[in-house]
């Protein structure tokens, strides 16, 4: 789980990255980049209609991907700090509890976007591009349901080592 965790975060990274890198090229240097911003995605129509709406639209786009990359970035420090004689600590608990936090960003963010692109849709053609992360949402409250269950774990852990 620990190298699957660091190839997505790395992935995360690289895509965060490679957004940031052609939106601000696109921004100052040239504009033909928007028809392929990464992985096939054509902004191109949202940039001849208002840069405003591109630039927080892409902006938008790297917020999810980067706090998905973070997400990821906590989960590596699960597995670094994760001690399997004694799981339950303090440190885990907020980790587990900081990735239900950003999930629910995500999901949230997500909404923002998937609503703002929906506007936009009705102004111009735009590209059909799925930034649905509702779904993050509800991991957020598995995750935090988890992470409360790990926190009396990690009380009851204590306890027990007072009482030994």
Not at 110 to 115: D, K
Not at 122 to 144: P, Q
């Amino acid at each position: 789980m620990n190298v699957i965790s660091w190839i997505v975060f790395v992935g995360y990274c690289v895509k965060a990255g490679a957004i940031t890198i052609v939106s601000i090229l696109s921004l100052f240097v040239n504009k033909n980049v928007t028809e392929n911003l990464y992985m096939g995605i054509d902004l191109s129509n949202l940039y001849s209609f208002n840069k405003i709406h591109y630039t927080f639209f892409v902006l938008l786009i790297i917020l999810i991907v980067a706090l998905k990359a973070f997400i990821f970035y906590f989960l590596i420090k699960i597995f670094e700090i994760m001690n399997f004689n004694k799981p339950f600590n303090s440190l885990v608990e907020g980790l587990i509890f900081k990735i239900s936090y950003v999930s629910l960003s995500v999901g949230l963010i997500g909404i923002v976007a998937n609503s703002y692109k929906t506007w936009l849709t009705y102004k111009i053609s735009f590209t059909e591009l799925d930034i649905d992360n509702s779904a993050y949402i509800f991991m957020a409250g598995v995750i935090f349901v988890v992470a409360s269950l790990f926190k009396r774990a990690t009380e009851i852990q204590f306890e027990n080592d007072l009482t030994i």
